[in-house]
C-alpha cells in the first residue's frame, strides 16, 4: 500500500478515500440545491473545488444508482418545461470557498 506523510486542510484521496468521497458527494449535493446538471457540477467541483471530473463522474453515478427516484424526478424537474417555474434559483451561481478555506489557491 502507498503512503503519505501530507498534511492536509481537506480530506486526501490517497490518504482518507473515504472521508474524500464523502466531501465530494457533500459538494454533489451542493450542486444538486443548486439545480445544477451532472455537467455544470462536473466543471464547478473542477474549478473550485480541484476535485477530478472521473471522480465526480463516478461518485454522481453511484448517488443515481442509489437514488433512482429522486434523480428521476431531479431531471424531470430540470427539463426545460420545468425550468420557469424554478425561478431565480435556476440562475444561482454556484459558490465554493474550499480554496479559500483551505489556503489553497
Not at 463522474?57 to 431531479?74: G, M
Request: aromatic share 14%; charged share 20%; net charge positive.
Amino acid at each position: 500500500m502507498y503512503y503519505h506523510n501530507h498534511h492536509h486542510v481537506l480530506p486526501c484521496l490517497h490518504c482518507h478515500p473515504h472521508s474524500y468521497i464523502r466531501m465530494v458527494q457533500h459538494l454533489i449535493e451542493r450542486c444538486l440545491l443548486l439545480h445544477m446538471n451532472r455537467q455544470q457540477c462536473v466543471k464547478a467541483l473542477a474549478n473550485y473545488a480541484s476535485i477530478q471530473p472521473c471522480i465526480t463522474i463516478t461518485v454522481w453515478k453511484e448517488l443515481q444508482k442509489e437514488n433512482r427516484d429522486f434523480f428521476q424526478a431531479y431531471f424531470h424537474a430540470l427539463s426545460p418545461y420545468y425550468r420557469p417555474f424554478m425561478g431565480r434559483y435556476s440562475q444561482r451561481k454556484p459558490r465554493f470557498d474550499w480554496k479559500k478555506q483551505s489556503g489553497r489557491e
